[in-house]
């Protein structure tokens, strides 16, 4: 299968989340500039990646593969908004709950690879994968899933084509065609528009004031 082909279908977890929450009723009211932004997303993505100009494999076990991961990465966004956040846990507290969780599953098949050499350069990339790359991204997640929601943390698979083909550009010097970079700036627009706040601002609450005056209650 195609590495395009593969980059649009990891790109559908977004409208998997959106179709889970709307099922589940865990999903907001859709605005029509939110649905623009989605589908606006997805076409930039198409943008970047052509498939239609490399090959096909969307008919292989590799698509169907890659097309029901990207629908577990939605189910787990939906799962977390509807039993994790919310909750009065922070998000903080989450992100670190799991990451040590799956430390501990992952430690009893550590023997299993056999023995590691271990060096100052391995330890320097594990810590910054681990606490960079993972650990302030899961941070991030649910935040960004208590406060947006599900469907607009999962936004974040649009943005990754994005990423990767300017480090592309800037580190391996790959070049940027007009389609690439166009794309890019389609996903940009789309994901702006999923943000988009349409509604009145949320007033903070007012305090209670039903009790006697504060120099009363002393």
């Not at 195609?2 to 709307?22: E, Q």
């Not at 300017?166 to 070049?175: F, I, K, Q, Y």
């Given at each position: 299968m195609?590495?395009?082909?593969a980059?649009?279908?990891?790109?559908?977890?977004?409208?998997?989340?959106?179709?889970?929450g709307?099922?589940?009723?865990?999903?907001r009211?859709l605005?029509?500039?939110?649905?623009?932004?989605?589908?606006?997303?997805?076409?930039?993505?198409?943008?970047?990646?052509?498939?239609w100009?490399?090959?096909?494999?969307?008919?292989?076990?590799?698509?169907?593969?890659?097309?029901?991961?990207?629908?577990?990465?939605?189910?787990?966004?939906?799962?977390?908004?509807?039993h994790?956040?919310?909750r009065?846990?922070?998000?903080?507290?989450?992100?670190?709950?799991?990451l040590?969780?799956?430390?501990?599953?992952?430690?009893?098949?550590?023997?299993?690879?056999?023995?590691?050499?271990?060096?100052?350069?391995g330890?320097?990339?594990?810590?910054?994968?681990?606490i960079?790359?993972?650990?302030?991204?899961?941070?991030?997640?649910?935040?960004m899933?208590?406060?947006?929601?599900?469907t607009?943390?999962?936004?974040?698979?649009?943005?990754?084509?994005?990423?990767?083909?300017?480090?592309?550009?800037?580190v391996?010097?790959?070049?940027?065609t007009a389609r690439?970079?166009?794309?890019?700036?389609?996903?940009?627009?789309?994901?702006?528009?999923?943000?988009?706040?349409?509604g009145?601002?949320?007033?903070?609450?007012?305090?209670?004031?039903?009790?006697?005056?504060?120099?009363?209650?002393?």
């Amino acid at each position: 299968m195609d590495s395009g082909v593969a980059g649009v279908l990891n790109a559908t977890t977004p409208l998997w989340s959106l179709l889970i929450g709307l099922a589940l009723g865990s999903e907001r009211p859709l605005r029509a500039a939110r649905t623009a932004g989605l589908v606006l997303g997805f076409a930039g993505v198409l943008l970047i990646f052509a498939p239609w100009s490399h090959g096909s494999g969307l008919t292989s076990w590799g698509a169907l593969a890659l097309l029901g991961a990207s629908a577990s990465y939605a189910v787990a966004f939906a799962y977390m908004a509807r039993h994790l956040t919310g909750r009065g846990t922070a998000p903080l507290a989450l992100s670190a709950a799991q990451l040590l969780t799956a430390t501990g599953l992952s430690t009893p098949v550590l023997p299993v690879g056999g023995p590691a050499t271990v060096t100052w350069t391995g330890i320097l990339a594990v810590v910054v994968l681990g606490i960079f790359a993972t650990g302030l991204t899961f941070h991030l997640n649910y935040r960004m899933i208590a406060d947006e929601g599900p469907t607009a943390a999962a936004t974040v698979g649009y943005l990754l084509p994005v990423v990767s083909v300017t480090l592309g550009a800037l580190v391996l010097d790959e070049p940027l065609t007009a389609r690439v970079m166009a794309g890019m700036a389609v996903v940009l627009v789309g994901v702006g528009l999923t943000r988009a706040r349409t509604g009145p601002a949320r007033k903070p609450r007012a305090a209670d004031t039903s009790g006697p005056p504060l120099s009363a209650r002393s």
